[in-house]
Nanobody, 125 residues
Framework: VQLQASGGGLVQAGGSLRLSCAAS????????MGWFRQAPGKQRDLVAA???????NYADSVKGRFTIARDNTKNTVYLQMNSLKPADTAVYYC????????????????????WGQGTQVTVSS
């Protein structure tokens, strides 16, 4: 099983980026997925989570700016990031849960079983 994250880069404050995470090796259409981020010297925190049915949850710091979505036909989860701020600078990781969870999402990293390799997002002021 592999999660391949892409789409990171360098952007000016106020700009946008779209992260993608393509899964291979098994389908995750019936399990929750999420995006986390980790800045240097800080813990890995949830950015957004999505259930198998499309219900979503966001960190307060990104509400109204970021949108998580999934395309189960492509086994892919996305993170659209708008109005980016320097505080959003971090390595972003996608993650997936291995078990069916109904319309439930998880907010802690310990709940996730599979992780992508991370993609760097840098927002300049």
């Amino acid at each position: 099983v592999q999660l391949q994250a892409s789409g990171g880069g360098l952007v000016q404050a106020g700009g946008s980026l779209r992260l993608s995470c393509a899964a291979s090796g098994r389908t995750f259409s019936s399990t929750p997925m999420g995006w986390f981020r980790q800045a240097p010297g800080k813990q890995r925190d949830l950015v957004a989570a999505i259930t198998s049915r499309g219900s979503t949850n966001y960190a307060d710091s990104v509400k109204g700016r970021f949108t998580i979505a999934r395309d189960n036909t492509k086994n892919t989860v996305y993170l659209q990031m708008n109005s980016l701020k320097p505080a959003d600078t971090a390595v972003y990781y996608c993650a997936a849960v291995s078990r069916w969870s109904g319309d439930y999402y998880y907010t802690t990293s310990a709940a996730y079983d599979y992780w992508g390799q991370g993609t760097q997002v840098t927002v300049s002021s």
